[in-house]
T-cell receptor, first 114, second 112 residues
Framework: NAGVTQTPKFRVLKTGQSMTLLCAQDMNHEYMYWYRQDPGMGLRLIHYSVGEGTTAKGEVPDGYNVSRLKKQNFLLGLESAAPSQTSVYFC?????????????FGPGTRLTVT | KNQVEQSPQSLIILEGKNCTLQCNYTVSPFSNLRWYKQDTGRGPVSLTI?????NTKSNGRYTATLDADTKQSSLHITASQLSDSASYICVVSAGVGDKLVFGAGTILRVKS
């Protein structure tokens, strides 16, 4: 039982390049989330999904897209990376609504955009 | 505006000593409050979750308190160990709109 895994762990992009971050969970959770964590700030929600085939915007969705084609996977895409997207990205999952249910976080992906 | 403020920003203590971390919030309506531990280079891991009716909750050497009237919570760590070195994050849930508000965290360093 691996919990929540993220690929890759580190990535360096040039401005304008694109990439996809992969999140996988093996707990059969319905809800999945993508957050970013910046120094001196709390985690901020980018996008989330309440089930297979669904996605919704969080607090800071601009510049990102997501897809949830399979229940266990949640992909985060950057179409044209900008230096402001340099951050640590965390995926999380919960059985039901994160307000009432425990969230389980992945180990994070450190992204640098130059 | 929904906010969670944590203090201090960082703290250094000697191994074996106790410490208390603070969390003040303005989130409304309140649903629950959580404390997470985040080791360097890892994702946050839940320590406790407290609802409106709970004043105190323990998890081993970690004890969280909640005062819903003053909108304050604290996390007390007893007999600190080197492995307690981490960032501790307070998260408050609002009862509507699927809202979680994360604090910026307190960085704790335990030294021998």
């Amino acid at each position: 039982n691996a919990g929540v895994t993220q690929t890759p762990k580190f990535r360096v992009l040039k401005t304008g390049q694109s990439m996809t971050l992969l999140c996988a969970q093996d707990m059969n959770h319905e809800y999945m989330y993508w957050y970013r964590q910046d120094p001196g700030m709390g985690l901020r929600l980018i996008h989330y999904s309440v089930g297979e085939g669904t996605t919704a915007k969080g607090e800071v969705p601009d510049g990102y897209n997501v897809s949830r084609l399979k229940k266990q996977n949640f992909l985060l895409g950057l179409e044209s990376a900008a230096p402001s997207q340099t951050s640590v990205y965390f995926c999380a999952s919960s059985l039901r609504d994160r307000v009432y249910d425990e969230q389980y976080f992945g180990p994070g992906t450190r992204l640098t955009v130059t | 505006k929904n906010q969670v403020e944590q203090s201090p920003q960082s703290l250094i203590i000697l191994e074996g000593k106790n410490c208390t971390l603070q969390c003040n919030y303005t989130v409304s309506p309140f649903s629950n409050l959580r404390w997470y531990k985040q080791d360097t280079g890892r994702g946050p891991v839940s320590l406790t979750i407290m609802t409106f009716s709970e004043n105190t909750k323990s998890n081993g050497r970690y004890t969280a308190t909640l005062d819903a009237d003053t909108k304050q919570s604290s996390l007390h760590i007893t007999a600190s160990q080197l492995s307690d070195s981490a960032s501790y994050i307070c998260v408050v849930s609002a009862g509507v709109g699927d809202k979680l508000v994360f604090g910026a965290g307190t960085i704790l360093r335990v030294k021998s």
